[in-house]
């Protein structure tokens, strides 16, 4: 007998693809990297479609959406771009 009602923990990320085509970078965030890193590599997302294929590059986990979406909100940013390229995450652009 299940005695332990509560579904399991949905985990949100936050991710950078890089294009192995024009060495450009991608941000979001989801709650399935592998199914998400699918959909832009075959096509159907209209921002990365021309920049195909693209690599998993970095990821973060969050316990929520909204955690997840700020970093990729601060990772867009000015200030976010700095810290990516000042912890070797990103490298500047040429």
Known sequence: ML???TSPEIIFYTYILKSEKDNGYYFGHTSN???RTGTHN???VRS???RRPLSLHYY???PDKSSAYKRELFFK???GRIWLIENKIIEAVK
């Open 48 to 50: 990365t479609k021309g």
């Open 3 to 5: 005695t332990n009602n």
């Open 33 to 35: 990297i592998t199914v």
């Open 42 to 44: 075959s096509g159907k």
């Open 60 to 62: 973060e986990t969050f």
């Open 77 to 79: 940013s000015f200030p």
